[in-house]
């Protein structure tokens, strides 16, 4: 799987009183964006808890933005995994429309348990990560 991608309407709740996407916004789409990739690739966060323990957190992100979307824009996030160590990995994440690429960003999510504390990434996910990071 190259990138997993999701498509995501601009919502009046979405924007600006100038009609312009909210820069928040695009962290939400992303966030979207991540979970329907876990799914797509058979994993769901309320499952991964339930079974492993682990939650996913942001640790840090890294964004840019290259051009306002406005209401009604059909937008696309598009995100995939290219880095991965014991506990956390990177994802990149890009929103598109049509094919331009209009908002960039890379976030590191660390893999914690209830109390916070980071803990190694259960093999199964890994497993599926490594594939997706070599493709």
Do not use: W
């Not at 928040?24 to 799914?39: D, F, H, N, Q, V």
């Not at 309320?46 to 640790?59: A, D, P, Q, S």
């Not at 160590?85 to 908002?103: D, G």
């Amino acid at each position: 799987m190259s990138a997993h991608i999701l498509p995501v309407r601009v919502y009046y709740e979405d924007t600006d009183a100038g009609g312009i996407v909210y820069h928040a916004s695009y962290i939400r789409y992303c966030e979207r964006g991540r979970t329907e990739y876990l799914r797509a690739i058979g994993f769901e966060n309320t499952t991964l808890r339930e079974k492993t323990g682990i939650i996913f957190v942001v640790k840090r992100l890294e964004a840019e933005y290259v051009a306002p979307a406005k209401l009604d824009d059909l937008l696309s996030a598009h995100t995939r995994v290219i880095s991965l160590k014991n506990t956390s990995f990177i994802m990149e994440q890009k929103i598109l429309r049509a094919e331009r690429v209009i908002f960039s960003m890379n976030v590191v999510i660390v893999c914690v348990d209830d109390l916070g504390k980071p803990v190694r990434m259960p093999e199964m996910l890994r497993d599926v990560f490594l594939k997706e990071v070599d493709e």
